[in-house]
């Protein structure tokens, strides 16, 4: 999906974007509770059973970046941005946070793919 410009966002783009962050975050919580379900099995009797969850620790981390692309594409909708050192809004053509003075690196816009999962082309 192209980003419109700031002039072109609607209430709706907002809303559609807060209900991704939301399946995002519920998607998320879903994770962690079949990987505690799943480690809690696995390792009542065997604690050396770790690495068969790095697939799912790792999907839980792209949730938690995925989650991240989602907020800072409803700042940009906003004009703002997050400042990743102390967590300062700023307009979005900052370089620099006026806060913690850090320099300001590119805002993270592209969705990542869960392993062994289908992309939701709603989410893309």
């Known amino acids: 999906m192209a980003w419109k ?3 072109e966002i609607s209430a709706t783009d907002a809303k559609r974007i807060d209900g991704s962050i939301l399946q995002v975050d519920n998607h998320k919580k879903n994770m962690i509770y079949q990987l505690g379900e799943a480690f809690y099995k696995a390792n009542k009797d065997n604690a050396d059973a ?5 697939v799912t620790i790792d999907n839980i981390n792209k949730l938690e970046y995925n989650r991240k692309v989602w907020i800072n594409r409803k700042m940009k909708l906003q004009g703002m941005r997050i400042c990743e050192g102390c967590g300062n809004v700023l307009p979005y053509e900052s370089a620099f946070c006026n806060r913690c003075g850090v320099k300001l690196e590119a805002v993270a816009e592209d969705l990542l793919e869960l392993e062994g999962e289908q ?3 709603e989410n893309a």
């Open 50 to 54: 770790v690495a068969d969850y790095k």
């Open 5 to 7: 410009a700031q002039n």
């Open 119 to 121: 992309p939701n082309s």
